[in-house]
């Protein structure tokens, strides 16, 4: 799905050393699982920003590649973007950009009525999987950021995707919560036949990865 082609973040432009992504070629291909390993400040979030089109301050090229076409992602148009965004892009950012004034619920249904590609049962049974389901109506700005997460990682998944982006996702959860959100991605990707790549530090999870890197 992703093509890069010698990508260096400018802002980490006299930092790189050795990395299997910054100034190499790399594919990340949308039906495979990738997990990538960085220590702080070596462009974990970076990388994300950019292949979800948030960042263009880079060098090098970076192309996106929808039903075998393949585009230069800073040749993209906000429209062409919010598409991407709708059908084959989900993303658990790391400081989540949940509206904290709006209940989980709200949360959710207004990534979902984007696409209403979940129903509310269904929407409603992945808040129970994750443990969940009794702050729907809570504000998210009165949660712990153990319980935001877990409603980010619900909301990522209220849309159709090729590919999920998640930047440090389970920071805030103890193992028996990380292992369920786990689990519920893995059933997500596989209904989608979706891949994904995840960003941490050095704790790998529970999920079984096709390919492990370093930024």
Not at 19 to 40: C, D, L, M, P, R
Not at 60 to 74: C, D, F, H, M, R
Not at 153 to 169: A, G, N, V
Request: aromatic content about 12%; some cysteine; proline content about 2%.
């Amino acid at each position: 799905m992703f093509y890069l082609d010698n990508l260096i973040p400018i802002p980490l432009y006299d930092q790189v050393e050795f990395s299997q992504i910054w100034g190499t070629n790399y594919t990340f291909s949308s039906k495979k699982k990738y997990f990538v390993e960085a220590a702080s400040g070596k462009g974990k979030t970076t990388l994300q920003h950019i292949l979800y089109g948030l960042r263009k301050d880079y060098s090098g090229k970076v192309q996106i590649s929808i039903n075998e076409a393949k585009s230069n992602l800073t040749d993209l148009t906000f429209l062409q973007w919010a598409q991407i965004r709708q059908s084959e892009l989900a993303v658990v950012f790391q400081d989540l950009r949940l509206f904290v004034r709006l209940t989980a619920n709200e949360n959710l249904l207004l990534k979902n009525n984007l696409t209403n590609y979940k129903s509310k049962k269904e929407i409603f049974e992945m808040a129970k999987a994750l443990g969940v389901d009794s702050l729907m109506e809570k504000k998210c700005g009165e949660m712990s950021y153990g319980q935001r997460q877990r409603i980010a990682i619900i909301r990522s998944l209220c849309q159709p995707f090729k590919f999920l982006i998640m930047d440090e996702p389970f920071s805030h959860l103890d193992t028996l919560n990380v292992k369920k959100c786990c689990n519920l991605i893995n059933e997500e990707c596989k209904k989608q036949n979706a891949g994904f790549l995840i960003a941490s530090l050095e704790e790998k999870y529970f999920f079984d990865y096709d390919y492990e890197v370093k930024i």
